[in-house]
């Protein structure tokens, strides 16, 4: 055991099963807090402190503050606001649906990351590949159900959120990325820092909110208000949960091969099931159970694909690192 743990391959793939761990604890903590206070005085309080656990610890351990001053601002603006766009997205689409089901809508974001990289980049996506694509959107259209009853268009927003996401990955992709780990983690942080407390100021009085009956357009649009009972602990514990998953992933990336650890970050899909049952007791029906295995299946029949053609498309930057 000990010499498995000091292969870098190995502990690097550990890594990224710990991020999505703390990932999908994080998620069903916000999903907890979701029926009483705004999404934006969440992620607030989560950015305020992964920035003091991501400048206190982090920053330090790579490099030191001098890695802050950027010469890629404008690099890390864009990416700041896709990743802000894909968490809002995501939460507010978690306040009406199952984590399970919402969580495996937004694990598409490889196969749109796989899909876009042939206008944007000219990679060459083949036959096998454009499949994995196609069955990954047909697992999302058997959880959403559209034309039915069971359809809610809350279901959408875990749409938006992986497209958002993908794109992120294809500007950075694109335009490269030279920078710390712990330097994105702060622009991402400092990004939500910012757009949530300009929310907060703007509409945080919940005036938006007075008629509203939908319970996701309620997460968005209901007042500030300071946290009772053991919320705010809950609160601190998403914020340190945010800092320490964005780490753990940086370093498992930086340790394996993308190719080897990408797969592992699907933990976080079963995670985010068991989550919604024990949790909320949200059992999948047998047809959100067929569309989630797809989603499943696709994502890593693509990054298996990509291994054994010596391409990265999907797997480079699967998901969020820094959400």
């Not at 601002?73 to 919402?102: D, K, Y």
């Not at 944007?120 to 009853?149: D, H, Q, S």
């Not at 359809?151 to 996401?165: E, H, R, T």
């Not at 797809?294 to 010596?310: D, H, K, P, V």
């Amino acid at each position: 055991m000990t010499a498995l743990l000091r292969n870098p391959a190995t502990l690097g793939i550990l890594c990224v099963v710990a991020a999505g761990v703390t990932f999908s604890t994080a998620d069903m903590m916000i999903k907890a807090l979701s029926d009483g206070y705004p999404l934006h005085q969440i992620v607030f309080t989560r950015a305020c402190v992964a920035l003091t656990v991501i400048l206190l610890i982090f920053v330090p351990l790579e490099g030191g503050y001098r890695n802050l001053l950027s010469k890629r601002m404008p690099l890390h603006l864009l990416r700041g606001l896709c990743v802000f766009i894909a968490n809002m997205a995501f939460f507010t689409g978690i306040a009406t649906m199952s984590l399970g089901e919402a969580t495996a809508i937004f694990f598409v974001a490889p196969l749109f990351i796989t899909a876009l990289s042939v206008p944007f980049l000219g990679e060459k996506v083949g036959l096998r590949r454009w499949m994995a694509v196609f069955a990954g959107l047909i697992g999302v259209v058997i959880i959403i159900r559209p034309g039915t009853a069971a359809f809610q268009y809350a279901a959408l927003a875990p749409i938006v959120a992986a497209l958002a996401y993908a794109s992120m990955q294809i500007i950075a992709r694109k335009l490269g990325v030279t920078e710390k780990a712990s330097t994105m983690a702060f622009y991402i942080q400092a990004t939500f820092l910012v757009v949530c407390s300009t929310i907060g100021l703007s509409i945080g009085d919940g005036r938006l909110a007075e008629g509203v009956e939908d319970p996701s357009l309620i997460f968005l649009l209901r007042a500030w208000t300071w946290p009772v009972g053991n919320d705010m602990w809950i609160m601190l514990a998403v914020g340190s949960l945010s800092a320490c998953g964005a780490y753990l992933i940086s370093q498992g990336y930086r340790l394996a091969e993308a190719t080897a650890a990408a797969p592992f970050e699907y933990v976080a899909l079963p995670l985010a099931i068991f989550w919604s049952i024990v949790v909320f007791g949200d059992w999948p029906d047998l047809q959100a159970v067929l569309g989630i295995v797809l989603i499943l299946g696709s994502g890593l029949y693509a990054f298996w694909r990509e291994n054994i053609r010596g391409t990265d498309i999907a797997a480079k930057h699967p998901l969020p690192r820094n959400r």
